[in-house]
């Protein structure tokens, strides 16, 4: 692959913190993709070992429709995009009183350029990078006082490619998803640290559709809590 990357970055005398910004762009070569391809009316014969064989006119032959997943690689594979974001480490510089503050946020986009030829010999250009969101939004807000730190964030993704097929209309489409999470740790001692964790506070469902949204589904991801410790040699 080919690879550009350039950033700058920003330390301001007004704040205890960073602004950037970055552009970036990749050139990959034969990279690999797996999409699933579905073959209707295949018949096969079911073994006593539990595998079967294609094919068969018996009793025990049965029509099915095949579904495989066959590595191919792509004609072409480009991602260009930029990146800015922003780390301030307290808000003091709002008002003294809110120095136990601090804020951080980062956007980046990337775009795509990414084609397969498919079998009967037409090109096919893909709508995002497989399982990469053209979109993507992060922000968080942190406190520290004293031994107790807390993080409340939220991370957003626009619509990405799931899982490719070999039609459009059979495409796994993961739609936009936006989750607020949360952290707090506690200083028990100089070594001893504990934590908790909560994702998706408000319990985002994971939505799809596939290909032109004939067909939509709905995931309960629900939330997900944890708490542990870390010891501190």
């Known amino acids: 692959s080919d690879n550009f990357d350039i950033s700058l970055e920003y330390y301001p005398k007004w ?7 970055a552009v970036f762009r990749k050139d990959i070569s034969n990279e690999i993709a797996t999409p699933r391809v579905t073959t209707q009316g295949v018949i096969i014969t079911p073994t006593p070992d539990g595998a079967f064989t294609f094919g068969g006119t018996g009793a025990d032959a049965v029509t099915v429709d095949l579904t495989e997943s066959i590595p191919i690689n792509l004609d072409t594979y480009k991602i260009e995009g930029f990146e800015i974001g922003t780390v301030l480490n307290d808000l003091s510089f709002i008002h003294p009183t809110l120095g136990f503050l601090g804020a951080s946020a980062n956007y980046t986009y990337v775009g795509s350029d990414a084609t397969v030829t498919r079998s009967g010999g037409d090109t096919r250009k893909l709508p995002t990078l497989i399982g990469q969101p053209e979109n ?21 993704q626009s619509e990405y490619l799931y899982t490719l097929s070999g039609s459009p209309a059979d495409d ?15 200083n028990l001692t100089d070594h001893l640290i504990i934590q908790a964790r909560s ?15 004939n067909f939509r589904q709905e995931r309960d991801s629900g939330t997900l809590h944890w708490v542990g410790f870390t010891y501190q040699f």
């Open 15 to 21: 704040v205890d913190g960073l602004f950037s910004v």
């Open 136 to 156: 993507i939004f992060n922000a968080s807000l942190f406190a520290q006082y004293g031994k107790l730190e807390a993080r409340l964030a939220y991370n957003y």
């Open 172 to 186: 796994d489409i993961w739609n936009a998803r936006g989750i607020i999470s949360a952290q707090l740790r506690y």
């Open 199 to 213: 994702n998706n506070l408000t319990g985002e469902p994971i939505d799809s559709k596939t290909g032109f949204g």
